[in-house]
């Protein structure tokens, strides 16, 4: 995965030190294709760490999210983290309040709100949509 050691080559340049749990947490993240918050990647490293606090892990996932290692967002007022794909390409997401997954937004929106601003000038942005995803939909669906 070239990503994950993109991102281990990030955490090495980082003034952090590089430890097991740091390397697992990153590899947890790059092996999902969603947003977790804190308490599911507690529970992912629950078998190796078993003494390992939510309080750690949040503030690893933070440091990792400024670091740009990994994007955050908000979900019903609790944090979720993903790993950071921008440093593929840029490109937005809409991501399901139900499960985490998240869907790569095909545009951005930028060029439209450029020509709204004047001449401001534009330091970052983000997009996102949120909803419940297809197979969240389908699940209710049958129950």
């Not at 992912?44 to 892990?57: A, R, V």
């Not at 997954?101 to 929106?109: E, G, Q, T, V, Y």
């Amino acid at each position: 995965m070239p990503l994950l050691k993109e991102a281990l080559n990030i955490l090495k340049e980082s003034d952090l030190k590089i430890t097991e749990r740091r390397v697992e947490m990153i590899e947890v993240m790059y092996q999902s294709n969603r947003y977790l918050s804190a308490k599911e990647v507690k529970a992912e490293l629950e078998d190796s760490y078993p003494s390992i606090s939510p309080d750690t892990i949040y503030r690893n996932l933070h440091s990792f999210s400024t670091l740009n290692i990994l994007e955050e967002t908000e979900i019903n007022g609790e944090k979720f983290f993903r790993a950071n794909c921008y440093l593929d390409e840029h490109h937005h997401h809409f991501i399901c309040t139900e499960c985490g997954r998240s869907l790569k937004l095909p545009m951005c929106p930028l060029d439209y709100y450029k020509g709204e601003i004047g001449n401001a000038e534009i330091t970052s942005h983000r997009f996102e949509l949120f909803g419940k995803c297809e197979e969240c939909l389908k699940k209710k669906e049958t129950t």
